[in-house]
């Protein structure tokens, strides 16, 4: 958790779609692909806005059998 101004509402549903950035240099690839290796391994990747602000990021993975 990081106590930043948090990411913007407006953005929240793109945050991981390919490609896409608000910065000046990346590939707008990072958490797209992130999500990806999270779900094809059976989990998942999800966005948390905290009411305290700043942003949150949970990464769940199944536990091995």
Request: aromatic share 10%; proline share 5%; with cysteine.
């Amino acid at each position: 958790i990081d106590n930043g101004n948090g990411i913007e509402t407006t953005i929240e549903d793109q945050l991981f779609e390919p490609f896409f950035t608000t910065g000046t240099s990346g590939t707008g690839l990072g958490l797209y692909l992130a999500k990806e290796l999270c779900e094809g391994n059976g989990g998942s990747l999800e966005y948390l806005r905290p009411e305290q602000g700043g942003s949150c990021f949970r990464i769940k993975l199944p536990l091995a059998a």
